[in-house]
């Protein structure tokens, strides 16, 4: 993955710059020099989701508000992270806060 909210510009650089850049960190990081049998570059513009300044106030208001309302729960992830990994972790919290709950 190349890009990001911080970098877009490198993500829609030229496929020839963008395939010599790839190439070059994975050199330096985990010394991959052969080269590829192919390349396909796919891309996605705004494809990752951005929290914006003032999210962790927004949770602590919703915290509060699900709060009054026993038995109602949020998860995903526009909440507590946005990739796949996060939304699993915090599916299990929730599913142990549920059962803990529920005794």
């Known amino acids: 993955m190349v890009g990001g909210a911080r970098a877009s510009d490198l993500a829609m650089a030229q496929e020839p710059r963008l395939t010599d850049m790839i190439r070059k960190e994975l050199a330096d990081i985990i010394g991959i020099a052969a080269e590829p049998d192919f390349v396909r570059i796919y891309r996605h513009e705004m494809a990752i989701p951005q ?26 992830n526009a909440y507590r992270g ?22």
């Open 51 to 76: 929290y914006t300044v003032g999210h962790v106030e927004r949770l602590r208001n919703i915290d509060a508000s699900l709060g009054k309302h026993h038995g109602l729960f949020l998860t995903g």
């Open 82 to 103: 946005i990739g796949v990994n996060d939304c699993i972790e915090n599916s299990a919290k929730l599913a142990e806060k549920i059962i803990e709950e529920s005794f």
